[in-house]
């Protein structure tokens, strides 16, 4: 059995990533109408330009989800990604996103 850790995240963004070809998904949570910060699904993003320097909270590890968190990475915005289980990430990706050093 797999040990879990639960992690308290504040931030004044969220970005949820978790539906499948463009058909939104905003999952029910409990609290979230009182969320005083963006929520936006994927097919709304267009740039993280606007998040520069915020916390942002990306829900879901899918093509979407990585895409816009490296973009938002990018753009210098403090990123976190919330994923259901593991997933295979080329290290190079991984250092890049965590430390925000351009390797190549």
């Known amino acids: ?3 879990c850790t639960t992690v308290k ?3 004044k963004f969220l970005v949820v990533a978790s539906g499948e070809n463009s058909a939104e998904n905003i999952p029910m949570i409990p609290g979230l109408e009182n ?16 998040y520069s320097s915020k916390n942002v ?7 979407s989800g990585m ?3 490296y973009d ?3 753009h210098v915005a403090n990123t ?6 593991p997933v295979c990430t080329r290290t190079i990706y991984f250092h890049w996103v965590h ?4 390797l190549v």
Do not use: Q, W
Request: proline share 2%.
């Open 1 to 3: 059995m797999s040990k």
């Open 9 to 11: 995240f504040t931030a």
């Open 35 to 50: 969320f005083p910060g963006d929520v936006i699904h994927s097919s709304s993003y267009k740039s993280g330009k606007s």
């Open 57 to 63: 909270l990306v829900v879901g590890s899918g093509n």
């Open 67 to 69: 895409e816009i968190a």
């Open 72 to 74: 938002l990475a990018t």
């Open 80 to 85: 976190s990604i919330v994923i259901r289980s």
């Open 99 to 102: 430390e925000r050093k351009f």
